[in-house]
């Protein structure tokens, strides 16, 4: 297994190029499913997710051609309906291939994609719609038996709680299935914006894009026609270097990045004390020698990201004062406290609040990804850490991060991938 190996460097330069964004991607690749035609998709970054799906499509019968700059998918061959437990256990993701699949073939075998580090990460909103859209789904021996033996048909759903793979699953589900299905209370995350605006774009209309309440009229069961797209940036993995240049406080621009998606991201920094020069695909971050401490919620989009709590904990560590961040999304998204505690970090949890002293000194020492978000932090820490910083369990970061080492060597961190 690999780990990487950070020493405290000084300030950072240069350019950062952004990849296309993981969490857009996995639904546009499991859109694939709804086409005639095969797909071509600029963009894609090359991480392990987005290999484990494309690996996931091409079980089930597909032709993906994974290129450095285009990845083409042919599912006009597509046959099996099953997506089994090796793969989904791998990434919880999969379950987007649920709609799509049970709206072209009407039968569709998932397996519960169970929990992951962060939470239990149950699908039940998911199923719940389908079943509304006419779908019989039975869980047996973990797995998601799903079928539509009269096709799916469009109906008003209101989720529960916003779900942004249940709004993706759902919207392709409703692309293939008879009349008019509108969903209450959508996910308005970039990611699912994008996946509406490509379906929309190639003879699916939807009506209410980037809002809570999505209309979406589906073709009656005739696959679609997707011209080629490429994929938006990856504002998490940008919020993350911005992270990277505010904790050391270097000047870095970020390249081939839309600021408009990371409007709270943006606005945190800010208020921390870093300033901004920014124009249609750049961001330079001019950060402040004083890192001011900060207050911070985590909720659905357009509010503060959960994937960015994270780092930006290890962020106020450096903070003068007292830090506050309450993760509302996700019941046990603190894994990285404990490591940062180790490195020497003042932080307290209570419940899903943490309030972290800053202007503590971090030590380098040996440290444990537990999940991709917490990887990245330990990161920012280790740029900053007095002596060696050694982050093993590397695989979690290499599921979201194309090529993280690399971006930030060429920037000046002095940060290697190594053999355990
Ligand atoms: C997506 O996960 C992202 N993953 C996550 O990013 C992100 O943290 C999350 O949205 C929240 O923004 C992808 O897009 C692939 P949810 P998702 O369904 O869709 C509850 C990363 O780091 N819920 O919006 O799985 C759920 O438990 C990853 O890139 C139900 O109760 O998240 C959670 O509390 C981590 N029942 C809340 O809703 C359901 O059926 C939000 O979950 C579905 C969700």
Same mark, same amino acid.
């Given at each position: 297994? =690999?780990?990487?190996?950070?020493?405290?460097?000084?300030?950072?330069?240069?350019?950062?190029?952004?990849?296309?964004?993981?969490?857009?991607?996995?639904?546009?690749?499991?859109?694939?499913?709804?086409?005639?035609?095969?797909?071509?998709?600029?963009?894609?970054?090359?991480?392990? =997710?987005?290999?484990?799906?494309?690996?996931?499509?091409?079980?089930?019968?597909?032709?993906?051609?994974?290129?450095?700059?285009?990845?083409?998918? =042919?599912?006009?061959?597509?046959?099996?309906?099953?997506?089994?437990?090796?793969?989904?256990?791998?990434?919880?993701?999969?379950?987007?291939?649920?709609?799509?699949?049970?709206?072209?073939?009407?039968?569709?075998?998932?397996?519960?994609?169970?929990?992951?580090?962060?939470?239990?990460?149950?699908?039940?909103?998911?199923?719940?719609?389908?079943?509304?859209?006419?779908?019989?789904?039975?869980?047996?021996?973990?797995?998601?038996?799903?079928?539509?033996?009269?096709?799916?048909?469009?109906?008003?759903?209101?989720?529960?709680?916003?779900?942004?793979?249940?709004?993706?699953?759902?919207?392709?589900?409703?692309?293939?299935?008879?009349?008019?299905?509108?969903?209450?209370?959508?996910?308005?995350?970039?990611?699912?914006?994008?996946?509406?605006?490509?379906?929309?774009?190639?003879?699916?209309?939807?009506?209410?894009?980037?809002?809570?309440?999505?209309?979406?009229?589906?073709?009656?069961?005739?696959?679609?026609?997707?011209?080629?797209?490429?994929?938006?940036?990856?504002?998490?993995?940008?919020?993350?270097?911005?992270?990277?240049?505010?904790?050391?406080?270097?000047?870095?621009?970020?390249?081939?990045?839309?600021?408009?998606?990371?409007?709270?991201?943006?606005?945190?920094?800010?208020?921390?004390?870093?300033?901004?020069?920014?124009?249609?695909?750049?961001?330079?971050?001019?950060?402040?020698?004083?890192?001011?401490?900060?207050?911070?919620?985590?909720?659905?989009?357009?509010?503060?990201?959960? =994937?960015?709590?994270?780092?930006?904990?290890?962020?106020?560590?450096?903070?003068?004062?007292?830090?506050?961040?309450?993760?509302?999304?996700?019941?046990?998204?603190?894994?990285?406290?404990?490591?940062?505690?180790?490195?020497?970090?003042?932080?307290?949890?209570?419940?899903?609040?943490?309030?972290?002293?800053?202007?503590?000194?971090?030590?380098?020492?040996?440290?444990?990804?537990?999940?991709?978000?917490?990887?990245?932090?330990?990161?920012?820490?280790?740029?900053?850490?007095?002596?060696?910083?050694?982050?093993?369990?590397?695989?979690?970061?290499?599921?979201?991060?194309?090529?993280?080492?690399?971006?930030?060597?060429?920037?000046?961190?002095?940060?290697?991938?190594?053999?355990?």
């Amino acid at each position: 297994m =690999d780990y990487l190996q950070i020493k405290k460097a000084g300030s950072l330069h240069g350019e950062i190029k952004i990849s296309g964004a993981k969490n857009a991607s996995l639904p546009l690749i499991a859109m694939a499913i709804l086409a005639k035609n095969s797909v071509s998709i600029k963009n894609l970054p090359h991480v392990a =997710d987005i290999n484990t799906l494309l690996k996931l499509l091409s079980n089930l019968g597909a032709k993906c051609n994974r290129g450095e700059e285009i990845t083409t998918i =042919d599912t006009s061959s597509l046959s099996e309906t099953k997506a089994t437990y090796d793969i989904v256990r791998t990434m919880r993701a999969s379950i987007l291939v649920l709609g799509p699949i049970l709206a072209r073939f009407g039968h569709c075998e998932v397996s519960l994609p169970g929990g992951c580090a962060i939470g239990q990460r149950p699908v039940d909103l998911h199923l719940k719609a389908l079943e509304q859209m006419g779908a019989v789904i039975n869980i047996e021996a973990g797995y998601i038996h799903a079928i539509a033996p009269n096709g799916l048909k469009g109906c008003n759903i209101i989720f529960d709680k916003i779900t942004v793979t249940g709004t993706a699953n759902i919207v392709m589900a409703a692309a293939l299935a008879e009349g008019v299905t509108t969903i209450t209370n959508a996910a308005r995350e970039p990611e699912v914006v994008q996946l509406c605006e490509i379906l929309n774009a190639n003879g699916v209309k939807i009506d209410g894009i980037g809002t809570a309440i999505l209309t979406i009229h589906g073709t009656d069961g005739k696959l679609i026609h997707i011209d080629e797209f490429s994929v938006i940036p990856d504002r998490i993995e940008a919020g993350t270097y911005l992270c990277a240049a505010a904790i050391t406080r270097s000047e870095l621009t970020l390249t081939d990045v839309n600021a408009g998606h990371l409007g709270a991201v943006l606005s945190k920094l800010q208020e921390m004390g870093s300033k901004f020069t920014i124009t249609d695909n750049t961001i330079t971050i001019h950060p402040s020698e004083v890192i001011k401490a900060v207050k911070i919620v985590t909720q659905e989009y357009p509010a503060f990201p959960t =994937d960015m709590q994270a780092q930006f904990l290890a962020l106020a560590t450096q903070a003068n004062g007292t830090s506050i961040i309450e993760e509302r999304l996700f019941e046990n998204r603190f894994m990285h406290v404990s490591e940062l505690q180790r490195m020497g970090a003042n932080i307290s949890l209570n419940g899903h609040v943490a309030t972290i002293n800053g202007g503590t000194k971090l030590s380098g020492t040996d440290v444990m990804a537990t999940d991709l978000r917490a990887s990245s932090a330990l990161v920012l820490a280790g740029l900053v850490a007095e002596g060696i910083t050694n982050v093993h369990r590397i695989y979690h970061l290499d599921r979201g991060y194309d090529s993280l080492e690399k971006k930030l060597q060429n920037v000046g961190a002095d940060i290697k991938r190594l053999k355990e």
